[in-house]
């Protein structure tokens, strides 16, 4: 492109000027432009060739914003992980021992309609207990611990199921989280209202400077969080404990579990 420019130049004959528009948001009149002269003399009677550059953009034509929303749904379902610790003064003793209270918490489960699929041993193992005080480290016996992790579970059993099964052997509660059936419809829900808030507030901001909206050119979701989602609606809706009864052998409050959905939003701007 230079050689060509130069050939040009020295040929006497200018280059025709080359332009691109850069408009501003509604506006008629070109707001930028950027001027590049380039040249070199080859004598006075030598014209000079110039290019005048302004760029045009669609950006300007258009506003983003965001929206966010946040519900408040009750948990009905739940998913508890305990433990089971043994020792003995030997290996197969403290085995023995771990798989007696073991097969009861589970025997426990059953009887309380938990099914098998929803009962999972997540981890175990078997350690050998020593004397670190002493030069040899000698070993004075072993312990095993055994974790259950237990899905499924309506809420108003939580209570219930914790408390009979450390009375089977349990003897570690791990962690309890709580989930919700209907995440799916309340995220819907949320999203409706985080895209509310983004078209308020588009419209709000194109008023303020003159403008109005076209529509809606690019959404954006960013608040997914399926977390605390249950997917198993039958097994939520199915037969449950009564909840005194669960109140009376253990207090289980699972209060609320916020979903929120957020959306960012490119909105045409017009006039």
């Known amino acids: ?12 004959k200018p280059k025709k000027p080359s332009f691109r528009v850069f408009a501003a948001a509604g506006a008629s009149a070109v707001l930028g432009a950027a001027l590049l002269l380039s040249g070199c003399s080859a004598g006075a009677q030598t014209a000079v060739p110039y290019t005048v550059q302004i760029q045009n953009s669609d950006d300007l034509n258009t506003i983003t914003v965001t929206g966010r929303e946040e519900i408040s749904v009750a948990p009905d379902m739940a998913e508890l992980t305990y ?3 043994s020792q003995g003064n030997t290996a197969s003793e403290c085995q023995e021992a771990n798989s007696k209270d073991l097969a009861a918490a589970i025997e426990t489960l059953k009887g ?5 699929a929803s009962i999972q041993t997540s981890s175990y193992g078997l350690n050998p207990i020593r004397n670190w005080n002493s030069g040899e480290q000698e070993i004075t ?3 095993m611990e055994t974790i259950i992790t237990v899905s499924d579970i309506p809420i108003d059993q ?4 914790i408390s009979q099964s450390v009375a089977a052997g349990v003897n570690s509660i791990d962690s309890l989280r709580y989930f919700a059936s209907s995440y799916d419809a309340s995220y819907q829900e949320a999203l409706k209202g985080a895209m509310a808030m983004a078209q308020e507030k588009a419209e709000a901001i194109a008023e303020a400077s003159g ?3 076209t529509g809606v050119i690019r959404v954006q979701e960013t608040g997914y969080n399926p977390t605390v989602r249950y997917a198993n609606a039958a097994l939520a809706s199915g037969a449950r404990a009564e909840t005194s009864a669960a109140m009376e052998e253990m207090s289980v409050m699972p209060g609320e579990i916020d979903i929120e959905a957020s959306v960012t939003v490119d909105f045409g701007l017009d006039g």
């Open 83 to 85: 433990s089971v610790y």
């Open 158 to 161: 939580a209570g219930t199921i």
């Open 1 to 12: 492109m230079m050689n060509q420019n130069l050939n040009e130049a020295f040929s006497g």
């Open 211 to 213: 403008r109005t909206l």
């Open 112 to 116: 309380l309609g938990v099914e098998e």
């Open 141 to 143: 016996g072993y312990e």
